[in-house]
């Protein structure tokens, strides 16, 4: 029996009302101002054709104040699977252009049942987010729904890579599910991130800011660390977020996109020699070891704007996808401090997560001293990085360029917290403290005593001397079995590139736990 015409013709029907979402002149007026709707965003996320809908004729479940009179196209969100990048992954996107995006119960539903679909089907997940909160006529169903994605959020958490857009409003208790996520990417313009206001928090508190201080991508980019990644505008935001998932798995069973079909190159890169200073106590530009380091000096870079003492992000040596953690000695001497220990320990968390091999790239002085970073908890916080690096299992490469002092020598991945290998060039020093801190401690009195200033300032060199030659030499380390072996700087793509390919395979279990307790 053939379907009847006037069944397809409702079945058309329903279709459009979907597709109109809040009408033409909404859409319109979206565009108009350049930005995208909810459908544009899934469009451009997704492979041409791939995407497949879920629950495009759901309706609100609501029949107060006068909602059951209302219709709300999709519920506010479209929710779906696709393809990106020829990957299977699944998206949802609100629709701010239906009663301004507003989260139901079933609005939270199709969020819910999509996320439970990709984490049995091992797919990652892309939230776009524009949406003016709970939908206030459905009362504490719409704070249930809240809960529902926020327990659905973590539940997928190291089971799929869980990334969010914050394209639109995003305020209240809806500032929690990307909190949740993995990554956060907020485009420029038009969006926010926040809990409470400016009215709120000036009832609060009698402080005035504006939305800008607190709830932009740049004050979250900066300032807070909230979010990871700036876009600036919608499409850029998804053009994003599939650069980041082409440096993940699909999920936590699977490996990363490696390329293992290429060959590591021998060759000697003699201009690596030229990226460390002649002088000593000029700051060596990580930047540059990264460039040179990675294929094509392709570096995606995460929280680039926000601890920039440490620097993260994803790239591919030889073929090979990993997490580079970087000291960055021209901002703040490379110290560790209470926010880079955060910014570090985080993602060498979701690297693990996800099976990426992480190269520590180390050139640190030690722990930023001083009263804010002791009252602000730095013990704490750099207990974080220590945790972190010991309980992960991936492959971990350290190479120590310069500088390895004190606490931080061991936060920054050495052999007794776990690394697979390390390396250093010839430049290394790995000490206590460095030769002029141990001076000071070891020979004060000494120095003190002799009243002479050139006899004096002899002395405190010859000391240095002698403590440099002891202590911070590279072959020091290297006697002991703590240094794997001492490179030339040319050789190292070469000799990362290898060992990185020796430890793709490594397996490592720990005893049975349901969790460490991560010093939060």
């Not at 639109?168 to 996520?181: K, T």
Request: hydrophobic residues 40%.
């Amino acid at each position: 029996m053939a379907i009847s015409k006037k069944l397809m013709e409702e079945l058309e029907k329903r279709r459009e009302v979907a597709y109109d979402a809040g009408g033409k002149a909404k859409l319109d007026a979206r565009r108009a101002k350049g930005l995208m709707t909810a459908r544009d965003r899934i469009e451009a996320l997704f492979d041409k054709g791939s995407f497949m809908e879920f629950g495009l004729h759901v309706a609100h479940n609501c029949h107060n104040f006068g909602m059951e009179k209302k219709v709300l196209p999709a519920d506010g969100v479209i929710t779906g699977i696709g393809t990106v990048c020829g990957r299977p992954v699944a998206a949802f996107s609100q629709d701010f252009t239906v009663s301004g995006g507003s989260l139901g119960s079933n609005h939270a539903k199709k969020i819910v049942d999509l996320m439970k679909f990709a984490s049995q089907n091992g797919m990652p997940i892309v939230g776009v987010n524009d949406s003016g909160g709970a939908r206030i006529q459905e009362g504490v169903e719409a704070l249930a729904g809240y809960g529902q994605i926020f327990y659905q959020n973590v539940a997928a958490s190291g089971v799929v890579p869980q990334v969010s857009i914050i394209a639109g409003p995003c305020a209240g208790g809806a500032a929690y599910s990307p909190a949740l996520m993995d990554f956060i990417i907020m485009t420029k313009k038009n969006s926010n991130l926040f809990i409470c206001g400016p009215q709120v928090i000036k009832a609060a508190t009698g402080e005035e800011a504006s939305v800008d201080m607190f709830a932009s991508a740049d004050a979250h980019a900066t300032v807070s660390g909230n979010i990871h990644l700036v876009a600036n505008d919608d499409a850029h935001a998804l053009q994003l977020a599939a650069k980041l998932l082409s440096y993940l798995p699909s999920n936590n069973m699977e490996e990363p996109p490696h390329d293992l079909s290429r060959p590591v190159e021998s060759a000697c890169d003699e201009s690596m020699n030229e990226v460390i200073p002649e002088n000593h106590n000029q700051a060596l530009d990580v930047y540059k070891v990264i460039s040179k380091l990675v294929d094509g000096g392709d570096f995606f870079e995460i929280q680039n704007s926000y601890a920039r003492n440490i620097v993260v992000g994803f790239a591919r040596i030889e073929g090979v996808v990993v997490g580079i953690i970087a000291n960055q000695p021209n901002f703040k001497a490379g110290c560790l401090d209470i926010d880079a220990s955060d910014k570090a320990s985080r993602f060498i968390r979701i690297c693990n997560s996800f099976n990426v091999p992480i190269v520590n790239l180390v050139d640190v002085p030690g722990f930023m001293p001083g009263l804010a970073q002791e009252r602000g908890g730095i013990i704490r916080h750099g207990a974080k990085m220590l945790f972190a690096y010991a309980s992960a299992t991936v492959p971990k490469i350290t190479l120590i360029m310069r500088k390895a002092y004190g606490g931080a020598y061991l936060a920054m991945c050495c052999v007794d917290m776990g690394a697979d290998m390390v390396f250093a060039w010839p430049t290394a020093e790995i000490a206590v403290m460095g030769a002029n801190g141990a001076v000071n401690v070891l020979y004060g009195k000494e120095l003190k005593a002799e009243t002479d200033d050139a006899k004096r300032a002899a002395m405190a060199e010859k000391f240095r001397q002698e403590y440099s030659e002891k202590f911070e030499s590279p072959y020091q380390a290297a006697s002991k079995g703590m240094i794997t072996d001492v490179i030339e700087p040319g050789r190292t793509r070469e000799v990362i590139a290898k060992a990185l390919r020796a430890t793709l395979n490594k397996r490592q279990t720990s005893l049975p736990k349901k969790n460490g307790n991560f010093p939060v």
